[in-house]
Each structure stands twice: as C-alpha cells, then as structure tokens.
C-alpha cells in the first residue's frame, strides 16, 4: 500500500502550469512541523506536492504561501536526464486530497480571509495514476526540475 497524509503550510504559493495537452499540474512545497524538536528548536520537514487537473487549479486559485492544508496521496520517484548526462531522482507526493485548514494567511493579497472559490467539500484528483511528464516529450531544461 502507498498512501500518506500529511498537515502543514505552504511554503510558497502553488504554481500552476499546463502540459501540451493541456492538463494542469499545481506543484508545491509543504512544510510539516516534526513532532519531537531537539534543544528546544523547532525544526520541519519540507514535501513535493504535486496535484493535477481540477485539483491542480483549485490549488493554485485558493492557496497562498502560508496556507494550512492537508494532503491525501501517494508517493511517487521519478527520474530525468539532466543536461550534463546524469541522472536525477525526484520524490514527490502526488495529491489525491487536499483540505484547506484554517484561515488564509494575512497579506494573501486582495483576497479575503475565506476561500470563496473552493468547494464546498474535498476535492478528489480523478487522475491519481498519472505520471508526471506522460504527456510532455519536450522539458525545456534539464538541470533544475520542470516547474
């Protein structure tokens, strides 16, 4: 079984992008609080999200650096060339599930202190099984990863 859940905030607003068939893919960095600190420091660990389609714009519409969420997914590694020829392995929790927790961040801009464009209730990725870069054949750049 590959499932994980995780609890934490955004270390960064998601950013969002299509592939060339015009899904898109939301990737973001989340930072969970690790339970035990050592010498009184607080201390996380950071996650790879990556949501696809309407969850992939659901994300990027109402989140905001800051934002407390939940993630229901699966670990996923995958691999690329980079361009000096060597290859490089990515780790990434690919979402299924993301709650919005809590209130958005203050300074999230012009937006209020709800999320007035989420769903009422969860919303569910329907393309769990995809594999990031299944539809794009052409990764501009190599060396850093595509997003």
Not at 17 to 27: D, F, I, L, P
Not at 47 to 72: H, P, Y
Request: overall charge negative; hydrophobic content about 35%.
């Amino acid at each position: 079984m590959n499932k994980i859940i995780l609890s934490g905030r955004l270390t960064a607003d998601p950013e969002v992008r299509y592939t060339q068939t015009g899904r898109a893919v939301a990737s973001m960095t989340l930072a969970v609080n690790k339970r035990f600190v050592q010498e009184g420091q607080p201390s996380a660990d950071f996650f790879r999200i990556v949501a696809w389609q309407k969850l992939a714009e659901v994300c990027g519409n109402n989140l905001v650096k800051g934002s407390q969420i939940i993630v229901d997914g699966h670990l996923q590694t995958r691999s690329y060339d980079a361009k000096d020829g060597s290859k490089r392995y990515i780790t990434e929790v690919v979402a299924g599930d993301i709650e919005f927790i809590g209130p958005k961040p203050a300074g999230s801009g012009n937006r209020t202190n709800s999320y007035p464009n989420a769903p009422t209730d969860n919303v569910t990725n329907n393309a769990s099984e995809q594999v990031f870069g299944e539809d794009e054949t052409d990764l501009s750049d190599d060396t850093e990863i595509p997003f």
